[in-house]
């Protein structure tokens, strides 16, 4: 689902189960949001990752979340609302609300809460 007045520029969104964009975000060139993985990993019978899917992990974005352009954003992330991730960042698991990342992985840089 995508919010109203959310602008989406040139961005992947790959998409098995569920992937949740709030409202007024905006998300820049080159970004890839996925919610799985495709394939299993299979780490002791690699030959199985032909046949065998991952399960999806879905991926929350709150409202007027700003990532910069090429932010990869995986499985079973959350990104809190008006958040600003810098570009180039890798998002995984909990990004807290009014903060900015960067980084891979991204890690807060400054709680916009506390400013």
Known sequence: S????????????HAKDSISIGKGCLIAANCQIFDNNGHAISLRSPEDRLHKMDTPKPIVIGDYVWLGTGVIVLPGTQIGSGTIVSANSVCKGILKANAIYAGNPAVCISDRNSK
Request: aromatic fraction near 0%; proline fraction near 0%.
């Open 2 to 13: 995508i919010g109203d007045q959310t602008r989406i520029h040139g961005t992947l969104l």
